[in-house]
């Protein structure tokens, strides 16, 4: 033992080394530590403390986690470089604290695989969650990756492993007993440029928020190199939003864009696209631009939705527009809400940035809820 001075108690100082990689179950992982970890511990009359400063890697050996089966290989060398991976505890007579800080990591290493498709990680950050009952601390690893599916066909996800460190000494266990709590999917991303045509496509994963409940939304997108555009929403969910009991929603949209000149329906003007779709226990309410509509749950609501693109035929410069009209029934099958939208440019194409830019702009909006307009 040796004294730190004569105010000072006591103390001791221990070298620990492993004799190979330390087994993390917070992270389903190993750990291999560097010789610059280090942890430190203080037992006292006044307090009981402890700081753990890691730094090294950590690699899976092909293991499973909810749905994905994750491989960064069996060498150090192969899995994820990280520094400053510090977590901390101080009991004193007065209070009591856990702290925790995920530290900096690299991903120049070789290649890794998720359901053995190649991977690129692109970003790891921890995000701390609310704790329940005897968790001191809970949280999610966040990895964001990027899937090489081809040449032509890849994707982008955020993967994110949920874990908590609780306190069993109530119960005669451990007093920090970390527990993997499994893995979710924030989003999917996937990008396709072939031939014939260019897919952009994204889903967002929803766990227990507040309003929309647990479910998913997704938008795909399609142009086509003959110049014709599609594009599809689809939302499904349970929640228990404005209600005293779980109920399912879904709304689905899809809609198609023309080249010119379109499909003439009147001497020089066309339509240049068309949508609709339809939803089921949701309210759509005016956004506060009074242009488009906000979806949320409401149940017993259902309605439908059709959108159409006029434009000037040969030169969509003079005139276009989008169109939009909304009904939205109560169970009953009585009309509650009936709309219309409309947007449009005079002096401009229809591609977005051109919009930005018309000599006049304009909008009208019709809405009679309830019969109130």
Not at 143 to 172: C, H, P, Q, W, Y
Request: glycine share 10%.
């Amino acid at each position: 033992h040796l004294s730190q001075g004569p105010v000072d108690s006591t103390y001791f100082q221990l070298t620990v080394e492993p004799n190979g990689p330390v087994y993390a179950s917070l992270l389903k992982g190993k750990l291999h530590l560097d010789q610059t970890s280090n942890i430190m511990a203080h037992v006292g009359p006044q307090e009981k403390s402890f700081d753990i400063e890691l730094d090294g890697t950590l690699t899976w050996d092909t293991i499973t986690l909810g749905p994905h089966t994750i491989d960064t290989g069996t060498l150090p060398t192969d899995g994820f470089k990280f520094e400053g991976l510090v977590t901390g505890y101080s009991r004193t007579t007065a209070n009591s604290g856990f702290n925790f800080d995920f530290g900096t990591w690299g991903f120049a290493s070789p290649q890794k695989k998720i359901n053995q498709f190649p991977i690129t990680v692109t970003e790891m950050n921890f995000n701390t969650m609310p704790t329940s009952g005897d968790e001191l601390i809970n949280g999610k690893l966040n990895m964001d990756v990027i899937f090489n599916l081809s040449s032509d066909i890849g994707g982008r996800t955020t993967l994110g492993l949920l874990a908590s460190i609780e306190d069993k000494s109530s119960i005669g266990g451990n007093k920090f007993s970390p527990k993997f709590n499994g893995a979710v999917i924030d989003s999917i991303e996937i990008q396709a440029n072939m031939a014939a045509v260019n897919i952009h496509g994204l889903i967002g994963f929803r766990n227990n928020d507040p309003v929309f409940g647990n479910g998913f939304s997704g938008t795909l997108t399609a142009a086509f190199k003959a110049g014709i555009t599609a594009s599809a929403l689809a939302e499904f969910g349970n929640t228990n939003y404005a209600s005293s009991n779980l109920y399912r929603y879904w709304r689905v949209e899809a809609n198609a864009n023309f080249p010119a000149p379109g499909i003439a329906f009147l001497p020089g003007m066309a339509f240049r696209g068309f949508g609709g779709g339809a939803y089921n226990n949701m309210d759509a309410s005016l956004s506060s631009s009074g242009t488009s509509y906000n979806f949320t749950p409401l149940k017993s609501n259902y309605g439908f939705i059709a959108k159409t693109i006029l434009a000037t035929t040969p030169k969509e410069e003079s005139f276009n527009a989008d169109c939009e009209l909304l009904a939205q029934f109560s169970q009953s099958n009585g009309i509650t809400d009936i709309g219309f939208l409309g947007d449009f440019y005079i002096g401009a194409t229809l591609q977005p940035s051109s919009r930005s830019k018309a000599k006049i702009i304009g909008y009208a909006c019709i809405i009679d809820r309830s019969n109130k307009k």
